[in-house]
């Protein structure tokens, strides 16, 4: 079985932070997992820039409408009843 849970270092101790359904004297293995004050970055650093640079070049949504109704062909009579 394996289970992730917090604890908190004191005094020398790993001190869990929820009961354990362990038995007495039972031997586990730990993984430590430091936590930071600041969110993991999940994305690649130079990929998250790439994005920047892409948005700031990018038309904007309304040029992108008019350009693409702009290449739209309209027949002279297409909205006439």
Request: charged residues 25%.
């Amino acid at each position: 079985m394996s289970k992730q849970i917090e604890a908190i270092y004191e005094n020398g101790v790993l001190r869990p932070l929820e009961p354990l359904s362990l038995d007495e004297h039972q031997r586990v293995t730990i993984t430590i997992a430091e936590e930071s004050g600041e969110a993991e970055d999940l994305f690649d650093p130079a990929f998250t820039q790439w994005c920047v640079e892409q948005s700031r070049n990018a038309p904007s949504l309304g040029d992108r409408v008019i350009q693409f109704s702009n290449a739209i062909p309209m027949r002279a009579n297409a909205c006439a009843g």
